[in-house]
């Protein structure tokens, strides 16, 4: 072929969904003395895409992350990207930020635990610089992303490392703070620490009714896991009570 290079990026679109035949054309690419850049937010597009000899890798060749959801994000980022006099670079990068972490929400609202975990580890790797509460957020998401998929360990230990940047100033990071106690209840009772589990939600629960009311939907949410636990442990009696107090708060919702 006359442009190798470019055959081998529409081929490796062609075929983006095996990836047997993928590694293959990765090989070609070495050979012939091209580069494959790495998945990057950034930079990459929905397929596989050239410029000065080399491929940048298709968003939506990654597993687990959905074409429709890969399309929206490309298109917004590039919108942003073509009118920098309009969006300040500063302004760009917040606005690419909660893109991502919007698109994230929505893998992880979906259960699709794969495609946040693809999104949100990629991002991490590919924004070394990233601004460090971004960073703790995106942290925090990757780690409910990874006890999804069952592992509690890599879970644990992004989850300790959002926890330990948020309790540096915690008035500023309250919500947060807050927002991390449901996953960090779900890891102690995936280690079986029911008690610790069920301190933290209670804590959780004076927090939320302390920051939205007793009646919004992130406090009942924190005081449903409360009721699973208490089942849980046998405390039977405990878990009636709270699905009373929450029944009340519902009916207190419809008014």
């Known amino acids: 072929a006359n442009h190798p290079v470019e055959f081998l990026a529409a ?21 012939l003395g091209f580069k ?23 968003l939506a060749a990654l597993k687990g992350v959905g074409r429709q959801a890969v399309e ?30 919007m698109l994230g929400e929505l893998y992880l609202r979906i259960s699709d635990y794969q495609g946040a975990e ?6 991490l790797e590919d924004n070394p610089n990233l601004d460090a509460a971004v960073a703790a957020r995106v942290r925090s998401s990757l780690a409910q992303a990874y006890l999804g998929l069952g592992d509690p360990s890599r879970s644990r230990k992004l989850l300790d490392e959002a926890l330990a ?23 102690e009772r995936s280690e079986n620490k029911m008690e610790q589990a069920i301190q933290t939600l209670t804590a959780a629960e004076a927090e939320g009714v302390a920051l939205y009311g007793p009646a919004h939907e992130e406090t009942l949410t924190i005081q449903n896991s409360l009721v699973i636990a208490y089942f849980q442990i046998g405390r039977v009696d405990e878990a009636a009570a709270k699905l009373d107090e929450i029944e009340k708060q519902i009916e207190i919702r419809k008014r």
Do not use: C, H
């Open 165 to 187: 940047y948020w309790e540096r100033d915690t008035p500023r990071y309250r919500r947060e703070l807050f927002m991390s106690r449901g996953l960090q209840s779900q890891l």
């Open 11 to 31: 081929s490796m679109t062609l075929d983006m969904g095996n990836t047997d035949k993928l590694s293959e054309f990765r090989a070609e690419v070495g050979r």
């Open 36 to 58: 494959v850049e790495p998945p990057s937010v950034n930079r990459s597009g929905v397929e596989f895409e050239v410029e000065g000899g080399t491929i940048y890798y298709a």
């Open 72 to 101: 929206a994000i490309v298109t917004a980022v590039r919108d942003i990207a073509r009118d920098l006099n309009r969006y300040p670079d500063r302004d760009f990068v917040a606005l690419r930020d909660d893109l991502v972490e």
């Open 118 to 123: 693809s999104l949100f580890r990629s991002y």
